[in-house]
């Protein structure tokens, strides 16, 4: 089933969580909603779902307008953060409780609650109170519940959020396979970039009620449209430095008080051509700087973390800080003196005043 938004807005009085939304999931498309908390994706996903009415704009499903269509004729699945069991009711009365909504058939209750719970590897508990679970249990109760109405939309509230770290990475993995497996189109509400980046086909950038882009896990982290989405995509997060671009006997190059670096001519000239002004970001991911002991820009170790196979680096550059990944051995300590420089191929630049990137083409 296809989704399609087109300017879609939800404002709740002067507020617009939502605001001119265009959106189109493909059929059996795996898509994370991802935005930090308050920036509208739990109510893109409640229009999606008919449990809030649009202010304006339209929802499709295919070709079908589905505004005026009532949530349980929509075909749809969801999962809610907190799995919203029935405590008082055995897991197999939790699964089916949609179907007997819907007066199905005793056997086929049976077959489907059957097939579902092999599914998701729950048919020893399905005599259980949902009190009697794990954590990670409950939630492959609750997803059981949204899949036995073979639904043709499966809709996820950030169901990953209770869990502990290590339960949530390998369930992370088991709904990707199963949504492969199933080819149900999938829309995940989610805060957490990991999760979205590593289990989604494509993310929806959210923030403030506006799409900010949505692209495959790659080009978000290395092509960013701009500054919001190059600063919340990234674990250590990139650095941002405020430069001035300026031009000097055919040479491009950026300034600051603390720096001055030379770019290819290339990236130089489209910057120039897109910018607005002198004034620039300068974004570069941590992986991106090497540590050098005799060329670079001087800059003083403030810390060292160790991170295991890899060390985080923050140094500081005049009043900037700047967080270097490197690999051990790191011999220095903090207040030495070390060198960085930049891989040039990788470095990202933003206007100052639009805060879009510089270095990709307009849309």
Known sequence: MKVILKDLSKHFGEVKAVDDLDLE?????FVALLGPSGCGKTTILLM???????????????????????????????????????????VFSNIVFPLRLMKTAKEEMKERARKVAQLVRIEE???????????????????????VKEPEILL???????LDARLRIMMRSELKRLQKDLGITTIFV??????????????????????QQFSGSDELYNHPKNL????????????????????????????????????????????????????????????????????GIETEVYVVEPLGREILVSAKLGDS?????????????MGD????????????????????????DKD
């Not at 949530?71 to 405590?87: C, E, H, N, T, W």
């Not at 259980?128 to 492959?140: D, M, T, V």
């Not at 990991?194 to 929806?204: H, I, N, P, S």
């Open 48 to 90: 999606i779902a008919g449990i809030y009415k649009p202010t304006k704009g339209l929802i499709y499903f295919d070709e079908r307008v589905v505004n005026n269509i009532l949530p349980k004729d929509r075909k749809i699945g969801m999962v809610f953060q907190s799995y919203a069991l029935y405590p008082h009711m055995t």
């Open 190 to 211: 989610t805060h957490d970039q990991l999760e979205a980046l590593t289990m989604a086909d494509r993310v929806a950038v959210v923030n403030l009620g506006c799409l």
């Open 228 to 295: 919001f989405v190059a600063g919340f995509i990234g674990s250590p997060p990139i650095n941002f430095i405020d430069v001035s671009l300026e031009k000097s006997d055919g040479r491009f190059l950026l300034k600051s008080r603390d720096l001055e670096i030379e770019l290819p001519k290339e990236i130089g000239s489209k910057a120039e051509n897109n910018s607005t002004s002198s004034g620039v970001v300068l974004g570069i991911r941590p992986e991106h700087i090497l540590i050098n002991e005799k060329e």
């Open 337 to 360: 003196k070390v060198r960085l420089s930049f891989k040039l191929d990788k470095i990202m630049l933003f206007d100052k005043k639009t805060e879009k990137s510089l270095l990709l």
């Open 156 to 162: 996820l509230d950030e169901p990953l959020s209770n």
């Open 125 to 147: 508990l399905l005599d259980r109170k949902p009190g009697q679970l794990s954590g990670g249990q409950q939630q492959r109760v609750a997803l059981c519940r949204a899949l």
């Open 321 to 333: 800080m700047i967080k270097v990944l490197t690999s051990p051995p790191f011999k220095a300590d």
């Open 25 to 29: 999931i493909d059929d059996g498309e």
